[in-house]
C-alpha cells in the first residue's frame, strides 16, 4: 500500500519590516510554533528541507540554510535538502512529501525564511554580492534594465490584456481582496482595505502592473511540518493529507519559455487525484505579481483560459464569504513576501477550522495552495478527510 | 563606463555580443538539424549536435509583447522606457529582450514590427529594436 504524506504541523514567525531579530531566530520561532502546532518535539523530526537552501546571491533573499538549522537545533536528520532547482519554493514541500512516502524520514521541517526588507535597510550587514558584469540567463536582461521580476511578469500580463482583454478594474480584484483578508489576519504586514480608487490611481511599475499589484519585501520565517501516513501517531493535530502535487519547469528563462508554467502545472495536479475543480473549498494561490494568482485560477481550471479577468470581476466569487475564497490571510500583497510558503500554511489552518475572525465558512475539506507561475510552477491539493 | 550593466563575454555569447560592431545579429545555429539555439551553447538542444555556430539571422521581427517600466531601480535610470520580448522573423523558438528605442513609450504596441539596431557600450554591442511600422 502506498504511504501517505501530510502536513501536520505549521509555524510561522512574527512579519516585518527591516526586523532586527536574527533570521535564523526567524526561523527557531516559526519551528518553535510548528512543533507545538503538531505536537511533535524536535527528536522527532528526522528530515529537513527548504527553499532555495543557503543563497547569497540577493542579500537576505535566503539567509538560513538547511545545514546551518539542522546544527542549530541539533536534528539527527535521515534526509534533507536546500536547493533552488526545484519547481519554485513549495517544490521543497513536494521533495519532502516524497521522502516520506519513500520512507526515508518520518517527519520533515520544511521552511521558507525571507530577510530581503531588513537586508535593504542594512546593506552593510547585508551587502549585494557585485559584479561589473552579468552572467548566465541575467546578461540578456540587466543590459536592458529589465532587472525586476515585474518586467518579466508584466510582459506575459500585457498578453493576456492583448489576447483577452484583461482590464484593470479586474485585476485589481486579486490586490482587493488580499488587502480586505489581510484586515483579519493579525500577522500580515498591511491591515487596511484598499480602494477601487486608490488601486487605479496607484503608480505604476511596469505597465500593466501598478505598486498594488506587487507584493513587499518582509522579513519572515514560515514553516509546514511534513509528516509520513505511518507515523501520524506521534501527531495530535488534524493531519492535512497531500491529496496530489503537481510542478513544472520547460526553460528556466522569462523570455525563451513560449508561456507560463502555472498552465502546465494546473491541468497536471487533477491527474493525482479523484478530485476536480468542483469539490475545492479554498484556493490560496502565489500573488508575488497579482497576474500569476490570475493565470493559476485559469491553470487550475477554475475558469477557461482567458477568462480570469471576467472571472474575479467585482470580486463576490473570490471574497472570503464567495464560492471560492482567495487568498484569505491577504496573500503576500497584504500579509508580506512569504515566499511561497504562506499559502500552504493558510491552507492547513483553513482546512483544520483554526483561522478564528477570517475562517470561511462551511467546513473547508479541500483546498489548492500554488507557488510560482512564471518559468516554474508547483501546486499542492490539500485536504482534510 | 556605461551606465548598463553589461554582460560578461566568453566563448559562447562573444558573437552575440559583438555581432553588432559589424552590423550582425549572430544566433547559435545548428548545422545537422538548421534550428537556433538562444541562449548560446555549446550543443544543440534540439538534436544534441555539437556542430554549432554562430550565424547571421534578419534583423526584423515583430513585438511579441512588452512592458513599460516606470520604475527607476537604480540612481540614474531614466523613466520611463519600454521593454519587449521580440519574435525574429524566420528564428522560431527565440526570443530577444530588448528595449524598443527611438519612439515614446506610448506608442508601441504588440505586433510592431521592428528592426534590430545596436548600441555600443564599451567592446559590446547591445541589440535594440526600432519600431518600422504599426501593428500588423
Known amino acids: ?385 | 563606463m556605461s551606465e548598463r550593466t553589461l554582460p560578461r563575454l566568453d566563448p559562447n555569447n562573444r558573437a552575440y555580443w559583438t555581432g553588432g560592431e559589424r552590423g550582425e545579429l549572430m544566433l547559435h545555429h545548428c548545422g545537422d538539424c538548421d534550428r537556433y539555439i538562444h541562449p548560446p551553447k555549446p550543443v544543440c538542444r534540439y538534436c544534441l549536435s555539437e556542430n554549432v555556430a554562430p550565424k547571421a539571422v534578419a534583423k526584423t521581427g515583430v513585438v511579441d509583447t512588452y512592458t513599460v517600466n516606470h520604475q527607476p531601480w537604480k540612481p540614474n535610470m531614466a523613466v520611463p522606457f519600454v521593454l519587449a520580448r521580440v519574435a525574429l522573423d524566420d528564428v522560431p523558438g527565440v526570443y530577444l529582450t530588448t528595449n524598443v528605442v527611438g519612439c515614446d513609450p506610448s506608442e508601441v504596441a504588440i505586433g510592431d514590427r521592428v528592426c534590430m539596431i545596436f548600441e555600443q557600450h564599451d567592446d559590446v554591442y547591445l541589440p535594440m529594436a526600432q519600431r518600422v511600422g504599426g501593428a500588423e
Open chain 1, 1 to 385: 500500500m502506498t504511504r501517505e504524506a501530510y502536513i501536520t504541523g505549521v509555524g510561522m514567525s512574527e512579519i516585518g519590516v527591516g526586523l532586527e531579530r536574527h533570521p535564523l531566530l526567524l526561523t527557531t520561532d516559526a519551528v518553535k510554533e510548528a512543533l507545538a502546532n503538531a505536537g511533535l518535539t524536535i527528536e522527532q523530526i528526522d528530515g529537513v528541507a527548504t527553499y532555495p537552501g543557503m543563497s547569497h546571491g540577493y542579500p537576505g533573499f535566503s539567509p538560513v540554510g538547511a545545514d546551518d538549522l539542522i546544527d542549530t537545533l541539533g536534528i539527527k536528520a535521515k534526509w534533507y535538502c536546500g536547493g533552488g532547482e526545484l519547481t519554485s519554493q513549495l517544490g521543497a514541500v513536494v521533495e519532502a512529501a516524497l521522502a516520506v512516502k519513500a520512507g526515508l524520514a518520518r517527519h520533515i521541517i520544511c521552511y521558507r525564511t525571507v530577510y530581503e526588507a531588513a537586508a535593504m535597510k542594512r546593506p552593510d550587514e547585508y551587502p549585494m554580492a557585485r559584479s561589473p558584469r552579468a552572467s548566465g540567463y541575467n546578461q540578456f536582461f540587466a543590459p536592458y534594465n529589465a532587472v525586476s521580476a515585474v518586467n518579466w511578469v508584466a510582459q506575459y500580463a500585457m498578453r493576456h490584456v492583448h489576447r483577452y482583454g484583461l482590464t484593470r478594474e479586474q485585476l485589481a480584484q486579486i490586490a482587493l481582496t488580499g488587502r480586505a483578508n489581510g484586515c483579519l489576519n493579525p500577522r500580515a504586514l498591511v491591515q487596511k482595505p484598499l480602494s477601487m480608487d486608490e488601486y487605479l490611481s496607484a503608480r505604476m511599475i511596469s505597465e500593466p502592473l501598478c505598486l498594488f499589484d506587487c507584493d513587499r519585501y518582509s522579513d519572515a520565517s514560515t514553516v509546514l511540518i511534513v509528516s509520513a501516513g505511518d507515523a501520524l501517531g506521534d501527531v495530535t493535530a488534524t493531519p492535512i493529507r497531500i491529496a496530489s502535487m503537481a510542478g513544472s519547469v520547460n526553460r528556466l528563462s522569462w523570455d525563451q519559455a513560449e508561456w507560463m508554467a502555472s498552465y502546465d502545472t494546473g491541468p497536471d495536479l487533477w491527474t493525482h487525484t479523484d478530485y476536480g475543480p468542483k469539490d475545492v473549498d479554498t484556493v490560496q494561490l502565489y500573488d508575488g505579481f497579482s497576474f500569476l494568482t490570475l493565470t493559476w485560477l485559469e491553470a487550475l481550471g477554475f475558469c477557461d483560459i482567458g477568462e480570469g479577468g471576467r472571472f474575479i470581476e467585482g470580486g463576490q466569487r473570490i471574497a472570503r464569504d464567495g464560492e471560492l475564497p482567495l487568498n484569505t490571510f491577504g496573500g503576500q500583497i497584504s500579509a508580506g513576501r512569504l515566499h511561497g510558503f504562506g499559502f500552504a500554511h493558510e491552507a492547513v489552518v483553513q482546512l483544520r477550522g483554526d483561522a478564528g475572525e477570517r475562517q470561511i465558512a462551511n467546513s473547508p475539506k479541500v483546498a489548492v495552495a500554488a507557488s510560482g507561475g512564471g518559468p516554474l510552477a508547483t501546486a499542492l491539493l490539500l485536504a482534510n478527510d
